[in-house]
């Protein structure tokens, strides 16, 4: 059944179109409602919307009709959409369009009197007839024709207060906004995901100064057309001066927000002020910024009841709470390198065209936080005749961005990390006061425990708490400082200070820790790095511990390190804080500490080749072993030190460090280091193609390892033997020498060494065309020693391009070209980062292709 006659419809029609002509009026705005509550009882009613920008335009009259039509039908089927439309007549159309069968009756024509007649939508009759002594009450409509005298009176009900305006409160976007497409288009699908009976809340979390207000304000002013009854903003963090101390309490917020929604009177409650809140609210299409909140507690009276509505919470914190009770969560990171360079350039101009690599460097010492790079640019702009690479400079010594940049002498940054250093408890305090001082990127959460065990004397502030082991006291205070986004997680246990962060924690830790503390921190970030350290090289190379120098009992213990490949991430992870140990050990005279670490990373060295930290941790190892009078330290360190000068393309330097090494060894008679000294200068000899030298270093070495029994050493040799036969041309030697190299290292369980063996081998067997009739039996090989190389026990990425490089050679020779440039190229992008001479030879080989 039709809830209206022919005429009804026209009516509504009438009413429709009179509505889309103005949509900025409230009944507009009203009909958006009504359009919601049809959708809900039939989705499909949304389609015949025109939506906003098409109302007032040319909008074609068929659809004006369909939608009338769909409306009037789905009303005698749904109470909730006849209820609504009857209401959105009866507001803003009266005296005008009203429904035969409404609440606009005769009065005394019946047993049911206007008052107590509920509002309906109901078929027309045919007629209607009034008497007449009748008065008709309330919006009439003309359905046909009208017989007798008829006389019009107006309406003696008072004309409804003027609307309050519609709260349009959100902060101005700034003029330049760069560089968070990403951002936008996350926050675009979590909004895009929530449930369409809940309540929806967006919590914006980082860092202080990375743009959270901005770039939640501009997100909402790009959605304003979703929420035309308003957009409500409110300062979390502002200080609530004229009653108490702290931050903004929400019983303020709420009088504002009720305010501006044009409530008359407020209670004087929070619990009632709430609740008036979400009453108000219900059903409106609201959007509510809550800026700078500290605490879920603080923000959820504030929260829309309504899932028409949207809140938008930004913070330091990361509030866990909301996020328990459903909110979604995402955390703002710096901008992009290209669009901080961008921002900087606002002020900088052409000076940071013209010097790239400062720029870069300005933008990576502000964290690539906006707040600080617009301080940056600022800078500039300022100072017209100061060059980008002088601002570099200024922002890197001392104290950094954070004392550095200032507004009208205010060092803004520093202020900002106070205020979120202060909030914290007493024990996370400490602990990051104690990670600044560390001279590291990544903290484990081992060694965040050994620090949280320094518990302060009676009075002070510490880690610990009463009843609380260090374990736990670390995991409470680590949990504090990742909530303030203080502290960043990267991985199981694993967590960094921002760039910004490490030297405002760092002065903090100067200013506040006392001398003996310090020592005592530095000293066991310092064992830290010996024990897992040790456990490394005890699973990646047990055949290089160094006898007689274990660690002594009580050393801060290690973090537990579970196989090979975990224990190479671990070193890779944690390679500059290892180098940062080396580095603070040299500089406080802890000369033992200094060679010994250096010598455990061994396996960091031998793996992943980074050449420049090789080198200037073997110099302070070397000079260290000399000064603690360990003859075995500097024999290590000359040994081990030259590889990585060799490695660097320094071979005549390397031979050098050898020969002070074969000195040193002859004169204290130790056979398996003068072996390793000669087989060092027996290589050297090897680059610079001096056959003849290189076999007569390998051979000696070879006769010495035999001589003591040194299985493994005298394998590494022949390894070299064989190395030695390719550069002259043997295959035939080349292989027999890798073959009896492999058989004992396969045997001894040497599972990388055997790898390199077999890489070799495969190589040498291409080369020779797959003499021993096993065709493809040479690429095959390298293919095994590729996946071996890739994962586990036997993982190098130097060794990985070497294979790589093998590979296409073989392809090349096959003449298969597509398969040759696919492993020069897949070998290039890996010794970009290894070798830049070695990936420069692979670019000229495939341009000459």
């Given at each position: 059944m039709r809830a209206f006659s022919s005429d009804g419809s026209e009516a509504l029609l009438s009413a429709l179109a009179s509505c889309g002509a103005d949509p900025e009026s409230p009944a507009w705005r009203e009909l958006a409602r009504v359009m919601d509550t049809a959708a809900r009882a039939d989705p499909s009613v949304a389609r015949l919307w025109p939506g906003r920008e098409a109302w007032g335009h040319a909008v074609e009259a068929e659809r004006w009709h369909q939608l009338a039509d769909v409306l009037g039908d789905l009303a005698s089927r749904d109470p909730a959409t006849r209820l609504a439309l009857a209401e959105w007549l009866r507001d803003h159309f009266a005296p005008g369009p009203t429904l035969p069968g409404s609440p606009s009756v005769p009065s005394g024509s019946g047993p049911t009197s206007p008052a107590a007649a509920p509002p309906s939508l109901t078929?027309?009759?045919?007629?209607?007839?009034?008497?007449?002594?009748?008065?008709?009450?309330?919006?009439?409509?003309?359905?046909?024709?009208?017989?007798?005298?008829?006389?019009?009176h107006p309406s003696a009900t008072p004309a409804p207060p003027p609307r309050h305006p519609v709260p349009r409160q959100l902060p101005p976007v700034t003029a330049r906004f760069l560089g968070r497409e990403a951002d936008r288009h996350a926050l675009d699908a979590l909004r895009a995901e929530r449930p369409a009976h809940a309540p929806q809340v967006l919590v914006v979390t980082g860092l202080a100064g990375v743009g959270k207000t901005s770039f939640a304000a501009r997100w909402l002013h790009e959605h304003a057309d979703s929420f035309p009854d308003g957009q409500l903003y409110a300062d979390l963090g502002a200080q609530n001066t004229a009653v108490e101390d702290g931050p903004v309490s929400p019983a303020t917020v709420l009088e504002a927000f009720?305010?501006?929604?044009?409530?008359?009177?407020?209670?004087?409650?929070?619990?009632?002020?709430?609740?008036?809140?979400?009453?108000?609210?219900?059903?409106?299409?609201?959007?509510?910024?809550?800026?700078s909140a500290f605490t879920a507690a603080q923000v959820r009276p504030l929260l829309l009841g309504t899932p028409t509505g949207l809140t938008v919470v930004t913070s330091r914190n990361n509030l866990t709470g909301l996020?328990?009770?459903?909110?979604?969560?995402?955390?703002?990171?710096?901008?992009?390198?290209?669009?901080?360079?961008?921002l900087l350039a606002v002020g900088g101009g052409t000076r940071v065209v013209r010097e790239p690599a400062a720029a870069r460097e300005v933008v990576r010492l502000c964290g690539r936080l906006p707040l600080a790079v617009a301080l940056a640019s600022a800078q500039l702009a300022l100072r017209p005749h100061r060059s980008v690479s002088a601002l570099a400079d200024s922002l890197s010594r001392g104290r950094g961005a954070v004392d550095t940049l200032?507004?009208?002498?205010?060092?803004?940054?520093?202020?900002?990390?106070?205020?979120?250093?202060?909030?914290?408890?007493?024990g996370?305090?400490?602990?990051?006061?104690?990670?600044?001082?560390?001279?590291?990127?990544?903290?484990?959460?081992?060694?965040?425990?050994?620090?949280?065990?320094d518990v302060e004397e009676p009075g002070g502030e510490g880690p610990g708490e009463e009843g609380v082991d260090s374990a736990e006291a670390a995991d409470i205070a680590v949990g504090a400082l990742v909530e303030s986004n203080l502290l960043e997680e990267t991985g199981p246990g694993t967590y960094r200070l921002h760039d910004l962060v490490q030297p405002h924690a760092r002065r903090l830790g100067e200013e506040l820790e006392d001398p003996g503390r310090r020592e005592r921190t530095l000293r066991r970030f310092v064992d830290w790095c010996l024990s897992t350290a040790a456990s490394a090289e005890g699973?990646?190379?047990?055949?290089?511990?160094?006898?007689?120098?274990?660690?002594?009992?009580?050393?801060?213990?290690?973090?537990?390190?579970?196989?090979?490949?975990?224990?190479?991430?671990?070193?890779?992870?944690?390679?500059?804080?290892?180098?940062?140990?080396?580095?603070?050990?040299?500089?406080?005279?802890?000369?033992?500490?200094?060679?010994?670490?250096?010598?455990?990373?061994?396996?960091?060295?031998?793996?992943?080749?980074?050449?420049?930290?090789w080198i200037e941790a073997h110099r302070l190892g070397l000079e260290a072993a000399r000064r603690s009078g360990s003859r075995q330290g500097e024999g290590r360190m000359l040994t081990s030190g030259a590889i990585g000068l060799r490695d660097a393309g320094r071979h005549r330097e390397a031979a050098d460090w050898y020969r002070q090494a074969l000195e040193a060894a002859t004169a204290d008679g130790d056979v398996r280091q003068q072996a390793q000294a000669l087989s060092g200068l027996g290589h050297v000899a090897l680059l610079a193609h001096r056959l003849d030298e290189a076999r007569g270093h390998f051979e000696?070495?070879?006769?010495?390892?035999?001589?003591?029994?040194?299985?493994?050493?005298?394998?590494?040799?022949?390894?070299?033997?064989?190395?030695?036969?390719?550069?002259?041309?043997?295959?035939?030697?080349?292989?027999?020498?890798?073959?009896?190299?492999?058989?004992?290292?396969?045997?001894?369980?040497?599972?990388?060494?055997?790898?390199?063996?077999?890489?070799?081998?495969?190589?040498?067997?291409?080369?020779?065309?797959?003499?021993?009739?096993?065709?493809?039996?040479?690429?095959?090989?390298?293919?095994?020693?590729?996946?071996?190389?890739?994962?586990?026990?036997?993982?190098?990425?130097?060794?990985?391009?070497?294979?790589?490089?093998?590979?296409?050679?073989?392809?090349?020779?096959?003449?298969?070209?597509?398969?040759?440039?696919?492993?020069?190229?897949?070998?290039?992008?890996?010794?970009?980062?290894?070798?830049?001479?070695?990936?420069?030879?692979?670019?000229?080989?495939?341009?000459?292709?």
């Open positions: 078929p027309a009759a045919t007629a209607n007839l009034i008497s007449g002594s009748s008065v008709l009450h309330g919006p009439s409509v003309q359905a046909r024709d009208i017989h007798g005298g008829v006389h019009f009720l305010i501006a929604l044009g409530a008359s009177s407020v209670p004087s409650g929070t619990a009632q002020r709430s609740a008036l809140w979400r009453s108000t609210t219900s059903g409106l299409r609201l959007a509510v910024l809550l800026d996020r328990v009770d459903g909110a979604s969560v995402h955390r703002l990171e710096g901008l992009p390198a290209a669009s901080a360079v961008e200032r507004v009208d002498g205010e060092a803004v940054m520093r202020t900002a990390l106070d205020m979120s250093y202060d909030v914290l408890p007493g996370s305090r400490a602990l990051y006061r104690r990670m600044g001082l560390l001279p590291a990127d990544r903290h484990d959460l081992s060694l965040l425990t050994a620090l949280a065990a699973i990646l190379t047990p055949s290089h511990r160094l006898a007689g120098h274990d660690l002594p009992a009580g050393t801060t213990p290690a973090t537990p390190l579970d196989g090979p490949e975990e224990a190479l991430t671990w070193l890779d992870t944690h390679r500059n804080g290892l180098m940062g140990a080396v580095r603070l050990s040299a500089r406080l005279g802890w000369h033992s500490s200094c060679w010994r670490l250096t010598d455990l990373m061994w396996p960091l060295f031998l793996r992943l080749r980074p050449s420049e930290m000696h070495a070879l006769r010495l390892r035999e001589s003591i029994g040194y299985r493994r050493g005298a394998a590494l040799t022949r390894r070299r033997l064989g190395e030695t036969a390719l550069a002259a041309g043997d295959l035939a030697t080349a292989a027999e020498q890798l073959r009896r190299a492999g058989t004992v290292l396969d045997a001894l369980g040497e599972t990388y060494e055997a790898t390199r063996v077999l890489a070799l081998l495969g190589h040498v067997q291409d080369r020779a065309g797959d003499p021993d009739g096993d065709p493809g039996g040479g690429v095959r090989r390298l293919r095994e020693a590729l996946a071996r190389f890739r994962a586990g026990e036997a993982r190098s990425e130097h060794w990985e391009a070497r294979c790589l490089e093998w590979l296409g050679q073989a392809a090349e020779t096959r003449g298969d070209r597509e398969e040759s440039v696919r492993h020069y190229e897949a070998a290039r992008a890996l010794l970009r980062r290894l070798s830049p001479e070695d990936a420069q030879r692979l670019d000229d080989r495939l341009r000459q292709r």
